[in-house]
């Protein structure tokens, strides 16, 4: 007979986010990631994908969920899970989602998660997960090493090597328990990008320091509050030419959750708060107008910026629209924006026509969370796997053109991993890899 381990990948298959894979170890199912998929609009519901317990009946299996990261496409669609289903989430992350309750539809209460930690090796039923930080856009990121009737699956989650932190995943990569996995399911979002270096997060600062430099008036800085990578950045570019960086207080909460000593901590010359009037009107509907508390000493008011716009680059999302309007600023207004520039293509996009009517100077200063082709390429060759499952991604097959072992996968195909005997017969409907 065979014993192993069954696996197939329930969305990201052929997709960047959303990402979810079941594997089956004897009575034991783990699931990694549960994400919402990028393509639908929010507020759109999202069927759980058809596993045992979630999108379907339950069946006699123990089951857990173990979240790589905090961003909404590999966690976002918890809050559809029974609460008897464990879900394993960095210790931080989870920290950083309960912070974002008040203040967005993505978060979650800390009390929903077990923790785990860096090199920590947890146990769950048949399962033995062993978590290892890794340079991300979202905080607390990892990639996880799995292992179960003797088969060792790496699980890459996303990762990169040029943002603040590339250390981490250098380190992931040398340690000896990762080498040579029977599996690596791999993140391959820049497959199917140009080939190019990425810009570092660090030089990122610089070309930020010199748009902000240049800008005789307010500059605007858009960028997700949760990336804190680009937060630092943006704080330490808005220090290099004088200015005070303002987030908002979701910002401040998110720090304030983290309290690591190494990241910017508000005071009164160079990191304030500047609250949002759309912000406000949501704390006080849902009854967390306490959140500002301590926050209030901190807080830039519009006269002040619109007296002196110069001293200041203001974090900023759509909804702050009508505040700028209401500030009447009379000199010119930068707004760097630092994200995925595909958002301002989507038809919700409300920046880039203001920008337009407003005359208003947009300039795209960004760079990615995720590893580059060419990164991704290094990353296999170091780690040596057996066999090679790539996902967020829309062209996996251009891995398989620089390696052998490459399983091209559809979602939902069940994929098995086994020890053969000489009576072994293979299960029709998957593909089976001894």
């Not at 008040?102 to 062993?130: E, Q, S």
């Not at 619109?306 to 900023?316: N, R, T």
């Not at 251009?398 to 390696?403: E, S």
Request: proline share 8%; aromatic share 8%.
């Amino acid at each position: 007979m065979s014993l192993g381990v069954s696996l197939r990948v329930h969305r990201g298959a052929r997709e960047i986010g959303g990402n979810c894979v079941e594997l089956l170890a004897g009575k034991s199912r783990l699931i990694l990631d549960l994400g919402r998929p990028l393509n639908m609009p929010l507020g759109q519901p999202v069927t759980l994908p058809a596993i045992p317990g979630l999108g379907d009946p339950p069946d006699e299996r123990e089951t857990a969920i173990v979240i790589s990261h905090p961003h909404a496409d590999h966690y976002g669609l918890l809050g559809g899970v029974p609460d008897e289903i464990p879900v394993f989430i960095g210790q931080e992350a989870a920290r950083l989602l309960d912070a974002a309750l008040p203040f967005t539809d993505f978060g979650m209460p800390a009390t929903r998660f077990k923790n785990y930690k860096h090199h920590d090796t947890f146990r769950f039923g048949n399962f033995l997960i062993t978590p290892f930080l890794v340079d991300h856009s979202a905080f607390d990121a990892y990639a996880l090493l799995i292992e179960a009737n003797g088969f060792r699956i790496l699980y890459s989650g996303d990762f990169r090597m040029r943002g603040r932190k590339p250390g981490a995943t250098r380190r992931w990569l040398s340690e000896p328990a990762v080498q040579q996995p029977d599996l690596l399911i791999v993140e391959g979002t820049s497959l199917g990008r140009p080939h190019g270096e990425a810009v570092s997060e660090k030089s990122l600062e610089a070309l930020l320091a010199d748009q902000i430099k240049a800008a005789p008036g307010l500059v605007l800085a858009a960028f997700s509050p949760q990336n804190i990578d680009r937060l630092v950045t943006f704080y330490k570019a808005a220090r290099r030419c004088g200015r005070q960086l303002l987030i908002d207080p979701y910002a401040a909460c998110l720090l304030q959750a983290i309290n690591r000593p190494t990241l910017p901590k508000l005071d009164k010359n160079s990191l304030g708060v500047f609250l949002p009037a759309a912000m406000r009107r949501r704390l006080s509907k849902n009854d967390e107008l306490k959140r500002l508390d301590g926050l209030y000493r901190y807080r830039v008011y519009p006269q002040k910026i619109a007296e002196h716009p110069e001293k200041f680059v203001l974090l900023f999302r759509a909804s702050m629209i009508e505040d700028l309007e209401r500030m009447e600023l009379s000199g010119p207004i930068q707004l760097l924006y630092s994200q995925w520039a595909g958002y301002l293509d989507q038809p919700a996009d409300r920046i880039r026509p203001w920008c337009i009517s407003s005359g208003i100077d947009l300039q795209i200063v960004h760079t990615s969370g995720h590893a580059t082709h060419s990164d991704i390429i290094d990353t296999v060759a170091a780690l040596k796997p057996q066999r090679i499952l790539p996902i967020h991604t829309t062209a996996p097959e251009n891995i398989g053109q620089r390696f052998d072992g490459v399983i091209d996968a559809e979602n939902g195909q069940w994929i098995e991993l086994v020890r053969c005997s000489i009576n072994d017969q293979p299960t029709p409907s998957a593909r089976r890899f001894t």
